[in-house]
């Protein structure tokens, strides 16, 4: 669609950047906080541990200044569970109440909206030891965590969100690492666990619409449009069957109380769909989010299976490389997009199409919580970071997100990645994704110094125009 005007961003636009818990806080051991999954994942020799990541611990005052700076309405952080409950569940850690209590209060000082992750990747490490997610038990102790967080912050946290990417937990569960010496559970055992999370999301939603009347609760999940890669028709089903079982069968249960039919069926015919307990699609139907949370960074381009094993790919791969699965789908190549180095597509129209997809589908608000691309960034002598790669790239995004929203799509808000540098789960700092530069390197950590990137400024401008002239 071509249109004479396009709608401007409301008023109201959240303008925000985000990051998450173990990315950028450090202070792993620091004041009662317990192990988590990801502190004790075995990390790639050459890539820096998340034990001090990017020190916001202790500079999240100096760091939110920069952020009000760059005229941020909006900062979406995770808090971690381990931080609240070291125990996973029973006595609660002042010390953490009180960290994310000045982090909030210090946003709200300068009239930024915080946006919280109650889970960005990292289990407690005791739950985990007891079985994790595939144990019924770690859903009571989200929902006691979830009443705990409600409980202190409901009254000055609007938004919220419940699980960061299930959908990669679940279906890339390597690319977020495993605990140590961990192997990669069957697709049965994900899709068990998958179930749990999905009854823990259900009952944090409900207890939160009672305890936070007129705050907003979504899952945030990593949605990516497929491509038919030729107009084949067999292409066209093969797009759809991944479209289905990557994005929307995360989506349809927690906005339509069940799991989306294609999905079923196919979990069903391979025998990998989850033993489900009496009262379960009770809990499931009761339950409705107030928006989705969207991490959009790229699109993927599938072609029909072969039927073989040649449909799988050899290389491991991460949230955004698809691997292909014999009889489901195979990637395939697409000439009309460019490519990070890192081999992510880079689709802005794509961003709209999904958006629109997306809406479409479940017609709830969309806030976006993750964009942006990631680059080896250099710092020059003179303290400047030309990061022209990232301006080009937001820009473009935002552009398209101009079109959706003149299409209909209802949109809350943008919070990109990433507010400030944080460590990249496989490429340490050695791809950074923030507005802000940390000056650190993979294992030396100077003295981990703030320094403005030009999209620092640009963005800072976007802001302050309400993006209209994107
Ligand atoms: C998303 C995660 C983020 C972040 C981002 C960039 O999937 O929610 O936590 O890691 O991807 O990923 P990477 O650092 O692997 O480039």
Known sequence: MQYKELKQFPEKFLWGASTSAYQVEGAVAEDGKSPSIIDMYEHPKDVADFSVASDHYHRYREDIAMFAEM???AYRF??????ILPGGTGEVNAKGLEFYGNLIRECRKYEIEPVVTMYHFDLPYCLEEKGGWLNRDTIDAFVNYAKVLFKHFGGEVKYWLTINEQNTMILHPGAIGLPNGGELPSKKVMYQQNHHMMLAQAEVMKLFHQMVPGGMIGPALNLTAMYPATCRPEDAI???????LRCWNFADVPVYGWYHPLA?????????APEVTNGDREILKNAKPDFIAMNYYSTATIA?????ASDVAARAG???IMLGEQGVYRPAENEYVGKTQYGWVVDPVGFRYTLRKTYERYRLPILITENGIGAPDTLEEDGSIHDAYRIDFIREHLHQMKLAITDGVDMLGYCPWAAIDVVSTHQGYRKRYGFIYVDRDEFELKELKRYRKDSFYWYQNVIRENGKSL
């Open 264 to 272: 079923w069926e196919y979990m069903k015919d391979r025998k990998i």
């Open 71 to 73: 005229g941020l309405k």
């Open 304 to 308: 029909a299976s072969r039927g073989d």
């Open 78 to 83: 995770s808090i971690a569970w381990t931080r």
């Open 238 to 244: 093969a797009a759809h069957n991944w479209e289905v």
């Open 318 to 320: 991460d949230q955004q």
